[in-house]
């Protein structure tokens, strides 16, 4: 697959020239009208087609104009264009993502908490979301920019509409389709510092509005801004074969190479999609997706004893999406299969998955202005270690076969009362699991009354849960090692009675668009969560003698701590002749209750003198207390500065940033020396630029210059220094 990727790509393009077809004018490429600027469609915030003015969530959507005339380079990096998400990168090109925060909960945790397990991502309406410990891994997203027409953003919690998962968001990204009849070609590439290489190529066609279809391929390899990594016990960036941990590794430097094969390596992945529209009747439109990529990737998502915070993943993916909107019936399957490595080089870190989603709606209109809408849902994810670990000694994570399945009910309703000024839009939802065996309720209330043309209010009040996780339910770990001259056992366990995290939200906004060239919108919100799991240390024996000194047993469990967020988001959107400002701000304050730093009940046994009594000190020990969440920025946002200097020439800045930050890992427990384990991260200001000139109708150049200040503070835990970063790129559309 990686010679016919490449090779698929160079083909498309060469076609372009070929099959090309003329636009009708060059500005058409760079130019769109004030009421294309202002008032753009989405369906994420209530699964009807409406303005974004009109929707009664906080919602924004970035286009594919938009995020061609950035310069952005990837998906994950287009979403630093829309307010109230938090993008931080680790390497060149993986970026950690939320949707208003409530990361690294709880503080001093390992990495595998640090990452967002809140926020659903999903491709045309089917979720891409790791069921092993929540959140999205990026980099194996099958699609890239030339695959997107647009991605839409719902803030707050989303259960009701998609389901478990969408605790803090749902990010949609929606693919293109050919809208010009006939042929349809578009080819992109860039390269830039740090041998950044980004190509991306599609072909298809469209014939009338009954058959279309394209065919796409994509390609990146990125290097990483720097050659060390981060050493704990020194403090210090050193090369690889200088990290303490490393050079611990009793494999030798076999198993060292085999972790990391490809040092200078950030990203390199590569994929294939093909998307096919069927529409045979007016009210009948079918559509499919398949795919499969490949991804390599050094970024940051666990550790252990032998190996340096950034670590290798590999992903290999394949998936299916079928969907069909006939008449007022709605049907949706979908299925992704692959192979996971998120710590190359350790056998118990790999697995093979697949997850079956499908879903039946069906739309009823008893009245005028009422849709009422229920459904019936079907999930399976299953996870398999057993083919790469022993599974009766427990060396896997999960040792065997992990499923778990949802079965759900859904309703939603839409109605218009008043002369359509006040809206009501309510949904419910009912899920349960296998495990945990229960019924889980989602619902939404949201409520939107326009006072006239130009002015909107509305309120939103909503719960919302996560979805049982693989590493929750099923972890069967047993780990041993060497103990004062003896071996010590400790047992890891899952929890099939864990309770869900769940947040509730309560919001409240204000749009208007006081002249045709300005709308404002802004949202005022407070959420709570609660249910964080955690690795509990529950019991243990010391031996005094014999070859096993001590066995314990640790579970997966549920914390005493809950957050609290209170917050607010500012997005003004202006166009003045050539000129689109888009400036957005958000504030918020996160608060912890009852966070104990301790993970191990009071029924432990007391350890060597060195470490505090459990009997006094353990997970009940916060009980009562608050603290600032320091992990998440009070203040970030950014903006899209967009001149439309000619019908060829455009110009773009988008700057971003965001307030200081303080990351806490295990480490920090372990050394308690306010250094070690903690990651003062300083506020930073980015500002990225980009130039784009129409050549022809059909060929257009970008020059665009990333970190453009050189901020080189980092932006996570222990990760690479961003740097100064410039790309040139090509690109054909006709």
Excluded at 41 to 56: G, L, M, N, Q, R
Excluded at 399 to 407: D, F, H, L, M
Excluded at 681 to 686: A, D, F, Q, R, T
Aim: with cysteine.
């Amino acid at each position: 697959m990686k010679k016919i990727i490449p090779f698929a790509i160079i083909m498309i393009a060469v076609s372009i020239q070929v099959n090309g077809q003329k636009n009708d004018s060059v500005s058409s490429l760079l130019r769109l009208s004030i009421e294309n600027l202002m008032n753009i469609p989405i369906y994420s915030a209530s699964k009807v087609a409406e303005s974004t003015f009109d929707a009664p969530l906080s919602s924004s959507v970035v286009t594919k104009e938009q995020i061609k005339r950035s310069g952005c380079t990837s998906i994950m990096e287009a979403l630093r264009l829309v307010p109230g998400v938090i993008v931080r990168e680790q390497t060149n090109g993986n970026y950690d993502i939320h949707i208003r925060g409530l990361d690294n909960i709880p503080p001093n945790a390992a990495f595998l908490f640090f990452t967002s397990s809140t926020t659903l991502v999903m491709i045309d309406n089917y979720p891409v979301y790791n069921y092993l410990h929540g959140g999205t891994f990026w980099e194996t997203l099958p699609i890239d920019l030339n695959d997107v027409e647009k991605i839409e953003v719902v803030r707050g919690p989303s259960a009701a509409l998609y389901g478990p998962n969408a605790v803090s968001g749902v990010i949609n990204i929606i693919t293109r389709k050919p809208l010009k009849e006939g042929l349809y070609s578009v080819a992109n590439a860039m390269a830039g510092s740090y041998n950044s290489i980004i190509a991306n190529a599609s072909v298809g066609f469209n014939k009338g509005d009954k058959l279309s279809a394209i065919l796409s391929g994509n390609y990146q390899n990125r290097n990483r801004t720097q050659s060390t990594y981060y050493d704990e016990p020194t403090q210090r960036y050193v090369p690889l074969d200088s990290v303490t941990a490393v050079k611990r590794n009793p494999l030798g430097a076999a198993n060292v190479n085999e972790r990391y094969p490809h040092p200078d390596l950030a990203m390199r992945k590569y994929g294939v999609n093909g998307f096919v529209n069927y529409n045979p009747a007016e009210k009948v439109r079918l559509s499919a997706a398949f795919g499969a990529q490949h991804a390599e990737v050094q970024k940051e998502f666990a550790t252990d004893n032998y190996s340096a915070y950034l670590s290798t993943a590999k992903a290999d993916t394949r998936y299916a999406n079928i969907k069909g909107d006939i008449n007022d019936w709605m049907v949706q399957l979908s299925y992704v299969n692959g192979t996971q490595l998120p710590l190359l080089g350790l056998s118990k870190w790999r697995w093979t998955y697949n997850t079956l989603d499908a879903l039946v709606e069906y739309k009823i209109s008893p009245i005028n202005n009422l849709s009422v809408t229920p459904g019936l849902i079907y999930r399976r994810a299953i996870y398999d270690d057993s083919k790469y670990v022993n599974t009766t000694i427990k060396e896997g994570l999960w040792s065997g076969r992990a499923e778990s399945i949802t079965t759900a009910f859904s309703l939603r309703a839409d109605y218009k009362l008043f002369d359509q000024r006040l809206r009501l839009v309510g949904g419910a939802r009912a899920d349960k699991f296998n495990y945990p065996d229960r019924f889980y309720y989602s619902w939404q209330l949201a409520a939107t009354y326009k006072i006239n043309d130009r002015n909107l209010v509305r309120i939103v009040q909503s719960k919302a849960f996560r979805t049982p996780l693989i590493i929750d339910l099923f972890s069967n770990l047993d780990i041993t090692g060497p103990l004062s001259g003896r071996t010590y056992l400790l047992e890891v366990r899952g929890n099939k009675n864990i309770k869900l995290l769940t947040s509730t939200l309560f919001e409240a906004g204000y749009r208007a668009q006081p002249a045709d060239n300005l709308e404002i919108d802004l949202e005022l919100f407070t959420t709570k969560t609660r249910n964080f799991s955690y690795t509990i240390f529950e019991s243990g024996t010391f031996y005094p003698t014999g070859p096993l000194a001590f066995q314990g047993l640790s579970d997966l469990n549920n914390l005493t701590v809950y957050a609290k967020q209170w917050g607010g988001t500012l997005a003004v959107n202006y166009v003045a002749g050539a000129w689109q400002f888009k400036p957005f701000v958000t504030l918020q304050k996160t608060m912890l209750y009852d966070y104990s730093p301790y993970a191990n009940s009071p029924e432990v046994p007391p350890l060597p003198s060195n470490h505090n009594d459990p009997a006094t000190y353990n997970i009940y020990s916060g009980m009562g207390t608050k603290m600032s969440h320091n992990a998440t920025p009070s203040c970030y946002g950014g903006a899209y500065i967009n001149w439309n200097a000619s019908p060829r020439l455009n110009i773009n800045l988008t700057p971003w940033f965001y307030s200081a930050q303080t990351q806490l890992q295990s480490s920090n427990l372990t050394y308690n020396d306010g250094e070690r384990g903690v990651e003062n991260i300083k506020g930073k200001v980015m500002l990225n630029a980009a130039v784009t000139y129409a050549i022809t109708k059909m060929f257009t150049l970008t020059l665009s210059g990333r970190n453009c200040f050189n901020n080189e503070a980092r932006e996570f835990y222990r990760a690479d220094a961003p740097a100064l970063m410039v790309f040139g790129g090509a690109s054909f559309e006709f």
